[in-house]
Each structure stands twice: as C-alpha cells, then as structure tokens.
C-alpha cells in the first residue's frame, strides 16, 4: 500500500465524516424541534448520499481504462436524488386539514444534497448550504411584522340540532371576519349534527375566542379546536 493511495482513502473518509456532521447539525434541530426526521437520519442520509457520489467518481476508475467501456458517472449520483424520495413521503402525512412533515422532508432532500456536495469535494459549497439551511429553519420559524403570516385553525362542533346549524355558523364567522376556507358536515344520530370546518383568522386573533362565539347557542353540545 503506498502513501498515495492511503492519502486519497484518508481524503475520501474526510468527505463521509465532514458531510455525517452537516447532516448531524441539521438533524439536531429538526430533532430539538421534535420532529419526524433526527439526528440518526439526517447524518446517515448525508453519509450515503456522499459515499455514493465517492462511488459514482471514483469506483469505476480501473473499467473507464478498459477500451470501449464508456460511463457517465452523474447517472448513479442521479438516483440519489429520486431515490430520497421513499423517505420524504414517509415523513409528510394530512391530519385533517393540516399538512405535516413537509419542512422536514425538505430538509432531508437537501440533507441528501449536501452529502452529495461533499462526496464530490465541494466542501465550501457543501458546508454553506448546512448554514444556510439551519438559518432557514432557525429564523423563518419565527413570526415577524414585517412578514405577516395568515392564521388558521381546525374547529370541530357538535350540533343537537340540525336546522339552522349551519347559517349560525357562517353569520357568527361573518361578523368576526373569520374566513371559512372548508366546511364539511356530517349527520348523527335522529337531529344531531357534526360539522368540521377550517378557517382563515384575522391578523391577531385569539384562538380561545372562538369558543366565546358558540357559548350563546344551546344546542352546541361540543366544540373542538
């Protein structure tokens, strides 16, 4: 084994510990966030994904030598990028209304991009997009007045009765300004009613005033929010 070969593997392992601790930084505040991807999956997405673009450069050196063998090394680095895909999908699920997971399976797709950086040896490129992505997710998580973001809300009521349940509903929201984006509404039971619905809130609205809205309705046997 000469010093040459043993300087490029030492390189090589270089790559696949500087891109496991890009993916670690990302993973550790997806993880203090409690979200669906961590640490362990974040630093083993940036290892493979850079151990396989080491692979798609460098494992074929001795056949592209060989006479008539032709390869395109970006093809196998390709998949990286489809591939991450099963992972993504597995992060990103609907409750109700609401979409979940899909900061998070970005995250993990760019993960996948900056171990793909650093097995090809774009170390600034590489590290920066760690940074970058860390300032996304750390700052733009925050509300600003500057950018003000619109507020929804998933509410859930329980009717006794069924006449009029709904117009009382669309008047209450009109005269606050409450948007109704979705209304859904299922009988149950002889004359009870369940209606599910997902608004739009004025800026600055208080969420717990919602129920003050429905206390003056007597068949209102239940809210949710």
Request: glycine residues 8%; charged residues 20%; contains cysteine.
């Amino acid at each position: 084994m000469n010093d040459t070969y043993l300087i490029t593997q030492i390189e090589l392992l270089l790559r696949l510990i500087v891109a496991g601790a890009c993916g670690f930084a990302i993973g550790y505040e997806r993880k203090s966030r409690l979200k669906e991807a961590g640490v362990r999956t974040h630093m083993i997405v940036a290892l493979g994904a850079a151990l396989i673009m080491i692979v798609s450069k460098y494992g074929f050196v001795d056949v592209v030598q060989l006479k008539g063998y032709v390869l395109d090394p970006s093809r196998i680095a390709a998949q990286i990028v489809s591939g991450i895909g099963f992972l993504g999908a597995g992060m990103i699920f609907v409750r109700k209304q609401a979409i979940n997971g899909l900061t998070t399976a970005a995250g993990v797709w760019t993960t996948a991009g900056v171990g793909m950086a650093i097995g090809a040896k774009l170390y600034f490129i590489g590290v920066s997009a760690t940074v970058i992505v860390l300032l996304v997710q750390i700052i733009l998580r925050h509300n600003f007045k500057w950018m003000p973001l619109p507020e929804s809300e998933q509410i859930d009521i329980e009717f006794d009765k069924i006449a009029d349940s709904i117009a009382f509903i669309q008047k209450k929201f009109a005269s606050n300004n409450i948007e109704i984006i979705n209304l859904s509404a299922d009988k149950n039971g002889n004359d009870s009613i369940h209606v599910e619905l997902f608004v739009k809130l004025p800026q600055g609205y208080d969420p717990a005033r919602l129920m003050d809205l429905f206390k003056d309705n007597p068949h209102v046997k239940s809210i949710e929010y």
